[in-house]
């Protein structure tokens, strides 16, 4: 009777439902239309689908590569299963509806299927995990924080470009380390993980770190064995054998048997195993990962609680974070975030047995450390919330650094896409002497820039010595200064040709000397001597050898002055110089002894004499050679150029007749000659002398002649 009253209530239920057809917001159960006499869903109809919400099951192939959408009727059961073999990486699309799953991935072949909505986020499951999701009508999220474990933990990092990463090969980093690289068959250790998708010379690789998937074999395999890392084909894994191996990295463990080399499932450890002795290995340096990890120190009690912001992250009671930036060291660690107060330590990272060097724990968020890794370089032995722990990234995105704790390191700049490495060395640390040295890739690249804020007023360098006192600095001005009495020298490491440049402070700093001295142990390496300007004395020029001039002045033009002597009015030159040289022909000279020391070269001034030897046919007058030309005829002289001669300037030509005599010369149009030119302008008895005198308006000599002078 009871039965049949409730069976009668449910039915009026949905019988007098007075609304269009249409089904309920989660479940997508269709409701009744309105003024239906016989109801298209039944009582037993309404059951069944409360029934496959709450406790339904279902089975699902999803081999091959594409996403997968469910229909609302599949996505209605509580519980999926997904079987099949899988050719790539996939996504289950479930409908953006609130709603609970429990997702059993029981797929084969190594490849990641992810449960999400159309346009939302959703959660790697990894094959062989059951897993409770809840999809919140926009994502699809883990039901508990230990879902994490069910995720695939990956790092991305940009391939190297000439030799690259090897799809589901072995990987390990390069010694920048800033690029990955496949494995190589003399590698013993190393391999941070398998490259599950990405793998070339170009791009970025995904690294797995540990679970399930895929590697490639160079030979035979049998399930339940060690695999490590490939002798015989680079990036490859090889069977090590059912017993653990005495030497190398322990990848992880053969999931099958088969008969020769390819592509097979393995459990992959985590970070670095080798055998420690004791004839087995450990995972409890690996750790979950963590949503977010801090850039700053914060406060235990308040910093952390539910929805506070970590690196652009806002926090959710649950998160697991990293703090490793506290200013006391020993509160650094991973933590869980409560509601509100403090965080607790997570239960895989809260004992001093769990916390070791070595550590490793990836993060998956934040606009500073998203998607790195990050590595406990604090030694053995850690008591944890005594001693100081140190967190050290060792993968990023864009670029990459590393400090070593050792004898020597490097840092490096890297582009975060393309395969060129840039500045591959550009600082490098030594324990020997250069400590630090820096290197420009290429001759396009400034070595070194210190780059001061706008406002900057402290020094851009400063050179302390071990008391803390400055010897010298730079000023954001571009100025330089000593601390006190003090020299400062560029001297090079030549020993044959030494060479120095120094600033000497005198008496207290009221007076200086400024040297450029080439300074060596023998005199016969004491080249140039040495210039120094002093405060009082002005400007003095030392010559250190006895057969080396003290100091010459050149300039690489005759119209550019090389020496200019200027008293205190504007534009009075008392004195000018264009040239001064000790090795060439000149008009003035300075002598010791009858030894020419210096000379005045380029002034042109009357009574330079040059004798031009021999002439005939073709023949040029160079007035750079002297102002006064002789020349010897021994044959006609058929064209005739004159060169440099100034404006102003006063020239003579002498011509005197070999023994033969009756030699010609026509003069060109340039020669200016009073009457005009007319034939041959020389006398023509043999030893006959002709002498013309001339000024010069820069373009045409304007001449006189004495013809037939034995004695000019």
Not at 328 to 352: K, L
Request: aromatic share 6%.
């Amino acid at each position: 009777m009871r039965r049949g009253i409730v069976l009668g209530i449910l039915f009026a239920i949905f019988a007098n439902l007075a609304m269009a057809q249409s089904t309920t917001t989660n479940l997508q159960i269709t409701k009744p239309q309105t003024g239906q006499a016989q109801p298209q869903v039944t009582i037993a109809t309404g059951f069944d689908n409360f029934d496959a919400a709450i406790a339904g099951r279902l089975s699902k192939s999803v081999a091959g590569s594409s996403d997968v959408t469910l229909t609302a009727t599949e996505a209605r059961n509580a519980i999926h299963e997904y079987t099949g073999t899988l050719t790539g990486n996939i996504s289950v699309i479930v409908p953006a509806k609130n709603k609970v799953y429990l997702i059993y991935n029981n797929t084969s072949g190594a490849f990641t299927l992810t449960v999400k909505t159309a346009s939302g986020t959703g959660i790697a499951v990894t094959q062989g995990q059951r897993v409770g999701l809840y999809c919140d009508a926009t994502n699809v999220v883990a039901l508990n924080t230990s879902a994490s474990a069910a995720t695939t933990v990956t790092v991305t990092v940009t391939n190297e470009g000439s030799t690259g990463t090897l799809a589901n090969g072995l990987a390990k980093l390069t010694g920048a380390p800033s690029t990955a690289t496949r494995t190589a068959t003399s590698d013993t250790g190393g391999a941070v993980g398998i490259v599950t998708s990405g793998a070339g010379t170009s791009g970025s690789a995904t690294i797995q770190i540990a679970g399930l998937c895929s590697c490639v074999f160079s030979g035979a395999t049998t399930a339940g064995n060690y695999v490590l890392i490939s002798d015989a084909t680079a990036g490859n894994c090889k069977d090590g054998g059912s017993t653990y191996p005495t030497t190398g990295q322990v990848i992880g463990r053969v999931l099958s048997t088969n008969g020769s080399g390819g592509t097979y499932s393995i459990l992959l450890f985590g970070p670095e195993d080798r055998n420690s002795g004791s004839g087995g290995t450990t995972l409890v340096d690996f750790k979950d990962s963590v949503r977010v990890a801090t850039t700053t120190a914060g406060t235990l009690s308040t910093s952390f609680e539910n929805g506070d912001t970590v690196d652009g992250v806002t926090l959710a009671t649950g998160d697991r974070i990293l703090i490793k930036d506290q200013s006391t060291g020993s509160e650094n660690g991973i933590y869980v975030v409560a509601a509100s107060g403090s965080p607790a330590r997570s239960t895989d990272a809260d004992a001093s047995a769990e916390v070791t060097a070595g550590m490793l724990v990836a993060v998956n968020e934040g606009t500073t450390n998203g998607d790195k890794l990050f590595l406990l370089t604090t030694n053995d032995t850690i008591t944890l919330g005594s001693t100081s722990l140190t967190f050290t990234a060792v993968n990023s995105s864009g670029g990459s650094g590393t400090v070593n704790n050792g004898a020597s390191g490097k840092f490096a700049h890297y582009p975060s896409t393309g395969t060129t490495v840039d500045d591959a060395d550009g600082l490098n640390y030594s324990a020997s002497s250069p400590n630090v040295t820096v290197t420009a890739q290429n001759s396009t690249h400034v070595p070194l820039m210190i780059q001061l804020a706008a406002s900057q007023s402290a020094g851009a360098l400063e050179v302390k010595n071990s008391g803390g006192t400055t010897l010298y600095s730079l000023t954001p001005s571009g100025g330089f200064s000593t601390g006190g009495d003090s020299t400062i020298s560029l001297t090079s490491s030549s020993t044959t040709f030494p060479r120095k440049w120094q600033l000497t402070n005198v008496g207290s700093g009221t007076a200086f000397r400024w040297e450029f001295e080439s300074e060596g142990t023998a005199l016969a390496n004491r080249e140039a001597g040495k210039l120094q300007l002093f405060a009082r004395y002005g400007i003095k020029l030392v010559g250190t050898r006895n057969s080396t001039s003290a100091a010459s002045f050149e300039t690489g033009s005759s119209s550019d002055h090389a020496v200019e002597i200027v008293n205190g009015a504007t534009g009075v030159i008392p004195l000018v110089a264009n040239a001064i040289s000790s090795t060439s022909v000149n008009t003035i000279e300075a002598q010791t002894n009858g030894t020419r020391v210096w000379a005045v070269r380029k002034s042109q001034s009357y009574g330079t004499h040059y004798s031009q030897g021999n002439v005939s046919g073709s023949v040029t007058f160079d007035f750079d050679n002297g102002n006064f030309i002789s020349v010897t005829v021994t044959g006609n002289i058929t064209s005739t150029t004159f060169s440099n001669h100034q404006a102003g300037g006063r020239y003579v030509l002498k011509f005197t007749q070999d023994g033969t005599g009756s030699r010609t010369w026509t003069p060109p149009t340039s020669f200016k000659y009073p009457g005009g030119v007319s034939g041959s302008m020389l006398s023509t008895g043999a030893g006959s002398v002709d002498v013309f005198i001339c000024d010069s308006d820069g373009t045409n000599l304007y001449c006189n002649g004495l013809f037939d002078v034995k004695n000019p």
